[in-house]
């Protein structure tokens, strides 16, 4: 019965491929379970099987409790501690203590038991095998074949017991699927499931476009051409930047390949999805224009405050610039990562024409000069008030109608314009009164809450959103006194949780 034993494990072992030890624990729980059943559950049992002989050996075991514990419930499976030290002396609360009782033998029964104990053992490591083997292949393209398909989605062989599942949202809308087919998919997670790991996989992911042209583009996988981000909509039409390291390569040509063959061999995994090679430019609005290909962009104005950007395109061309359902404008909105306005020649016109007029209402209202003299700021390219009074008096004497008697001027009033402002606004903020709330602070003085409310600092909630460096500014201010009152307006945010120390 012993050689029986060490023949379960070596068996096992060779042809699930787990660790031996793995397998002596599922048969020491077997065993440990047959010998419960025969004392009909009332006793807890612990087996030890010696790993080179087979031969095994059977306790009978007790937890220990203190003596003055409440928790006992099971007498025959548990002792206090004035119990236990009979047993062993060395015992200690909520350690064990045992004593040899006969085992059972390894026969029909026990050898049931431990197959079921064994199946379910070798499953759990399994599973944990497929974790760590797949859990650092996030973002890799796997390969697989298909086992089958249903409503949710299909199922992938990747080989050693591995199952990866790509959810219906991420197949290519339309894209036909059959059992037995091979097919290739971007692994996006690894996540551990009661009924076994899940590998979630996905088609219509970006990045599974790039990993495809690394397979057939060899100067990637060489670092001569870089790739730099895509843009899909899956099954119809995808953007792919790319970018030289080597001066004398095409990184366009290369991705394209001779006579295309290479876009077309990642077009034909993708169920015919268009692919545009995307050539990657250091300039932004360069590089909108290349992303909107194949449209020919007329003008193009860059905001980058809100970036983003106002493309100007011949009306005839307008419907090929958007595309259908604005299909070719998301796709380079989410290439380039700017958001992108696009309008025919005479809306833009229309528009940069309105928003110049407003810049020169708002130099003639401000620096009091007429219309001619706005205009030509306008068009020099001059937006607001801070540029005309910082800009190196230089920039404006290169301006041909102005002499240095009009830039002086035109310098001056805009910073007193500045100046206006800036005194207006400190007026503004040291008329502010302090809050009650603020001023019947714990702490707090009429005088300090005067001097928070000029900074802005007008309530309790004001204050508590204040770091300690903010308020030392203050003279007379100590950071003592800063932090403990800073900790006294932020009091009523513990009010139902235990005050910070």
């Not at 025969?38 to 937890?63: L, M, P």
């Not at 007329?298 to 980058?304: F, G």
């Not at 909630?461 to 500014?473: F, G, H, I, K, T």
Request: hydrophobic letters at 45%.
């Amino acid at each position: 019965m012993n050689k029986d034993i060490l023949n379960v494990v070596d068996v096992v072992s060779n042809e699930k491929g787990v660790d031996k030890e793995i397998i002596f624990d599922a048969l020491e729980a077997a065993l440990a379970s047959a010998t419960r059943k025969r004392h009909g559950d009332a006793i807890d049992a612990r087996v030890a099987i010696d790993r080179s002989t087979g031969d095994y050996e059977t306790f009978q075991q007790w937890k220990v409790f203190a003596d003055d514990s409440k928790e006992l419930e099971f007498p025959d499976k548990e002792l206090r501690m004035i119990d236990a030290v009979e047993i062993n002396p060395a015992a200690q609360p909520g350690g064990y203590v045992e004593v040899p009782i006969e085992s059972v033998d390894f026969g029909r029964i026990a050898a049931q038991t431990a197959k079921q104990v064994i199946v379910q053992k070798v499953r759990e490591a399994e599973r944990r095998k497929v974790v760590e083997e797949f859990s650092g292949r996030v973002g890799q393209l796997l390969s697989g074949v298909v086992k089958r398909v249903d409503r949710n989605g299909t199922y992938l062989d990747l080989g050693g017991n591995a199952e990866g599942f790509i959810p219906r949202e991420n197949m290519i809308p339309r894209e036909p699927v059959r059992t037995s087919d091979r097919m290739k998919a971007i692994l996006r997670e690894v996540r551990s499931e009661p009924r076994g790991p899940q590998l979630f996989m996905s088609r219509t992911a970006p990045q599974f476009l790039i990993e495809l042209m690394k397979i057939e583009v060899p100067e990637v996988g060489q670092g001569l051409i870089e790739i730099l981000g895509a843009a899909r909509d899956a099954g119809l039409r995808a953007k792919i930047a790319v970018r030289s390291n080597d001066p004398r390569i095409d990184p366009v040509g290369a991705c394209v390949g001779m006579r295309g063959s290479r876009v077309t061999a990642v077009s034909n995994e993708i169920a015919g999805e268009r692919v545009d090679i995307i050539p990657w430019d250091e300039n932004n609005a360069q590089f909108v224009i290349n992303a909107m290909s194949p449209a020919e962009v007329s003008s193009i104005v860059v905001d980058e405050e809100s970036h983003s950007m106002d493309i100007a395109v011949a009306e005839d061309k307008l419907s090929q610039a958007i595309g259908r359902g604005g299909q070719n404008i998301r796709l380079a909105s989410e290439l380039t990562g700017w958001e992108l306005n696009v309008m025919s020649e005479a809306a833009a016109e229309q528009k940069s024409e309105s928003e110049a007029r407003v810049v020169v209402e708002l130099f003639m209202n401000q620096l009091d000069v007429d219309e001619d003299v706005a205009l030509i700021l306008v068009q020099e390219g001059f937006s607001t008030i801070e540029e005309i009074a910082y800009v190196p008096a230089a920039e404006l004497l290169a301006v041909e109608e102005f002499d240095q008697q009009i830039v002086d001027e035109l310098r001056s009033r805009a910073r007193d314009i500045l100046l206006t402002q800036a005194i207006a606004s400190e007026e503004t903020a040291d008329s502010r009164e302090p809050a009650e709330d603020l001023v019947t602070l714990d702490g707090m003085d009429d005088d300090l809450a005067g001097m928070l409310a000029s900074r802005g600092i007008v309530t309790r909630e004001d204050l508590a959103e204040q770091a300690v460096d903010d308020l030392l500014e203050i003279d007379g201010l100590s950071s003592q006194r800063a932090a403990s009152l800073i900790m006294a307006a932020r009091a009523h945010w513990f009010s139902d949780e235990e005050a910070p120390a």
